[in-house]
Each structure stands twice: as structure tokens, then as C-alpha cells.
T-cell receptor, first 113, second 111 residues
Framework: DAEITQSPRHKITETGRQVTLACHQTWNHNNMFWYRQDLGHGLRLIHYSYGVHDTNKGEVSDGYSVSRSNTEDLPLTLESAASSQTSVYFC????????????FGPGTRLLVL | AQRVTQPEKLLSVFKGAPVELKCNYSYSGSPELFWYVQYSRQRLQLLLRHISRESIKGFTADLNKGETSFHLKKPFAQEEDSAMYYCALTLRIQGAQKLVFGQGTRLTINP
């Protein structure tokens, strides 16, 4: 069955380290998204992509980067992890049409010490 | 600016009672709205979308453009409805979709 996966599911790192969170989908969806989920803020969009080699900044993109070298993957990199980036990160994908459902991954819980 | 507001962070009702989760939006265009739900230890998933005018798990939501609202309602709450609920607004960017989420409401159904 097609699905969307994230790895790792849990990660502890130290401030200043570079961290990469993986997201992989097998639906062949054009659109992929990264969100962070924080109490009191809901889900906020970090970066998104509408296709291979396309990347766009979301509302909270500072300190994060993404690249889209193929349809299936959109890795999220924290260039220099900060304690403020402790959060739960969700990846999502959609086919690319309006009113399309976004399908979410299981999430990655990141703790930056 | 486009914004989605869910005024209640927490909502607690008894089993069998009616439940209403509020959602208000700010958008200059024609809105397309969704409700997403996250049950405990599960991933976020679509509950319903306004354009479908459907009822899912007994929940309905009506778009009220005059009040810029998209409240989620269920006449008789069940314990399995306990979850985190997010209202979301679609933005059209380059012909494709981007979602703006509200802050979420944690619904607890008491036995």
C-alpha cells in the first residue's frame, strides 16, 4: 500500500548540531509539506514543494532548509539546531489539485538540548 | 492576511451531549475549508471538507460566509471522539494548494 513515512520517529540532539529529518512517500504525489506542531500554535508550515527541484518557504522557515531531488523524498534539515526547534515535525503530501486531501506522516519528535 | 482561529484550546463535554468546535477564518477569496483530526497516537487525518457537504462519524460542518465560520458539530458525542481537531483553510498558490491551520482544539468526551 502507498504511504508516507518519516524517520527517525524520535531524535535527541544538542544545540548547534545539524539534523536531517527524512520524509518518504510512495503515492507519487507532486506536493510535499513540512509542518511543526507546538502547543498553542497548532500546525505551522515550514517549507513546501510542488515538484522536483521546487522548494518554497513557509511561515516559519528560518533555521530550516529542504531539497527535492526526486518525487518521493523531501528531507528537512536543521542547519544548526536550537532549543526553540524542539517540536513535533510532520511531513505531508498531496496530489496537487485544489481540495485535495493532505496525507500526513506519523511525525518525528525532536528534542534539542 | 489569511488566518484561521479556533478560540477554544480545550473543550470538554459529557458523552451523549452535543458538541461544537468553533472555527473562524479570515480570507479575501472564496474559502475552501477542512477539518482534520488527530486521535491519540495516530497521525493527522482528514475528517471532512466543506465542499463535500458530507457527514463523517456523525460530524457536520457548514460554511457560513456571512459570519466567516466553519464550526464542527455533532449532536451526540461519543468517547471515541476525544482527539485534537484542526480547522484548515486552503490557499491557492501557483494553482496548487497550501493549507493554513488553526491552533487546534483538544476535545475530551467524559463518560
Amino acid at each position: 500500500d502507498a504511504e508516507i513515512t518519516q524517520s527517525p520517529r524520535h531524535k535527541i540532539t544538542e544545540t548547534g548540531r545539524q539534523v536531517t529529518l527524512a520524509c518518504h512517500q510512495t503515492w507519487n504525489h507532486n506536493n510535499m509539506f513540512w509542518y511543526r506542531q507546538d502547543l498553542g500554535h497548532g500546525l505551522r508550515l515550514i517549507h513546501y514543494s510542488y515538484g522536483v527541484h521546487d522548494t518554497n518557504k513557509g511561515e516559519v522557515s528560518d533555521g530550516y532548509s529542504v531539497s527535492r531531488s526526486n518525487t518521493e523524498d523531501l528531507p528537512l534539515t536543521l542547519e544548526s539546531a536550537a532549543s526553540s526547534q524542539t517540536s513535533v515535525y510532520f511531513c505531508a503530501s498531496s496530489e496537487g489539485h485544489l481540495q485535495e486531501t493532505q496525507y500526513f506522516g506519523p511525525g518525528t519528535r525532536l528534542l534539542v538540548l | 492576511a489569511q488566518r484561521v482561529t479556533q478560540p477554544e484550546k480545550l473543550l470538554s463535554v459529557f458523552k451523549g451531549a452535543p458538541v461544537e468546535l468553533k472555527c473562524n477564518y479570515s480570507y479575501s477569496g472564496s474559502p475552501e475549508l477542512f477539518w482534520y483530526v488527530q486521535y491519540s497516537r495516530q497521525r493527522l487525518q482528514l475528517l471532512l471538507r466543506h465542499i463535500s457537504r458530507e457527514s463523517i462519524k456523525g460530524f457536520t460542518a457548514d460554511l457560513n460566509k456571512g459570519e466567516t465560520s466553519f464550526h464542527l458539530k455533532k449532536p451526540f458525542a461519543q468517547e471515541e471522539d476525544s482527539a485534537m481537531y484542526y480547522c484548515a483553510l486552503t490557499l491557492r498558490i501557483q494553482g496548487a494548494q497550501k493549507l493554513v491551520f488553526g491552533q487546534g482544539t483538544r476535545l475530551t468526551i467524559n463518560p
